[in-house]
T-cell receptor, first 114, second 115 residues
């Protein structure tokens, strides 16, 4: 079965510093991969997605992610973090079995310090 | 363009009771998925509805059931509530023809507390 692992429960970075959130997945075929962000009390918002092609994908809010098949990873990066980026970040893998189902990791909480 | 609308936003129920949560998908979307998000956890897939039928189901007991209406809106029903059912219930809509192309659009969720 497909699974997603986010090794870091929470991360704290200083405003203006770079950010990398880790994600590892387990999937037999070429995965559909996503990063979502969730602000407190809110639903999830799609940041970016990878299906195929260029392994470096750009998303909204200045985020990017790199797909590395050899490492089964899809890490999220941002060169300079803003205080408004503080939120919960979820990596997810899409599974196509009849319909389309998305499986989420447990999430990484990002704290931004001034 | 309205996004996904869920109601109610908060709900408190007693163990053993039944609850119905509602979701209106984003305009133009025809598929609704329901997720349960316990505190500190990622969303867990409950089921997905398309063309008024349950198309996929996650690892949830039969106490969890759903329905999709001709206007694509959906309900999630939970019977015989347990304390462990306390969670944020998220509705996500999509367009089946797009597959994963645009991901899901999520609602803000219904916070269910079982006491």
């Amino acid at each position: 079965a497909q699974s997603v692992t986010q090794p870091d429960i929470h991360i704290t970075v200083s405003e203006g510093a770079s950010l990398e959130l880790r994600c590892n997945y387990s999937y037999g075929a070429t995965p559909y991969l996503f990063w979502y962000v969730q602000s407190p009390g809110q639903g999830l918002q799609l940041l970016l997605k990878y299906f195929s092609g260029d392994t470096l994908v750009q998303g909204i809010k200045g985020f990017e992610a790199e797909f590395k098949r050899s490492q089964s990873s899809f890490n999220l990066r941002k060169p300079s973090v803003h205080w408004s980026d503080a939120a919960e970040y979820f990596c997810a893998v899409g599974e196509r079995t009849g319909g389309f189902k998305t499986i989420f990791g447990a999430g990484t909480r990002l704290f931004v310090k001034a | 363009d309205a996004g996904v609308t869920q109601s109610p936003t908060h709900l408190i129920k007693t163990r053993g009771q039944q609850v119905t949560l509602r979701c209106s998908p984003k305009s133009g979307h025809d598929t609704v998925s329901w997720y349960q998000q316990a505190l500190g956890q990622g969303p867990q897939f409950i089921f997905q509805y398309y063309e008024e039928e349950e198309r996929q189901r996650g690892n949830f007991p039969d106490r969890f059931s759903g329905h999709q209406f001709p206007n694509y809106s959906s309900e999630l029903n939970v019977n015989a509530l347990l304390l462990g059912d306390s969670a944020l219930y998220l509705c996500a809509s999509s367009l089946v023809g797009q597959g994963f192309s645009y991901g899901y659009t999520f609602g803000s969720g219904t916070r269910l507390t079982v006491v």
